[in-house]
């Protein structure tokens, strides 16, 4: 919903993007910043084998619980922005492939390209 733009990095996009839509700064820091980092850090495409406490297991479901009431709230004020046109999300300019995701699709072409 908020592609880097400007100095190209994601979370000032995030940050500008929920901005725009009324969220505060302690929102966003609280709410929606905080994803990402578990995303990148935990979620499952960067698996680890580790064991987190009790306590900090209990620390990450409380904020999924609250993180998916405020991201369905982004997406309602969203929708609704854009019904008033008050809200219109960036468009895209660039639309090429990162490098890569394009280097990944070149080395799966050594092995499933001959059939294609």
Known sequence: M????GNGKPRDAV??????LGFTEEE?????????????????????????TQEQL???HKFTEVAEFEFRS???RALKGLGEGK????EIDDLAPRKGALR???RLSTFYG???
């Not at 940050?15 to 725009?20: A, C, E, N, P, Q």
């Open 2 to 5: 908020f592609p880097p733009m």
């Open 87 to 90: 809200y219109q999300p960036p």
């Open 104 to 106: 990944i699709i070149e």
């Open 58 to 60: 209990q620390i990450l």
């Open 28 to 52: 966003i820091e609280k709410n929606f910043l905080p994803a990402m980092a578990i995303r990148n850090e935990i979620d499952a495409g960067h698996v680890q084998l580790s064991m987190f």
């Open 114 to 116: 001959q059939d294609i």
């Open 74 to 76: 982004m997406i309602r």
């Open 15 to 20: 940050r500008s993007g929920l901005f725009d």
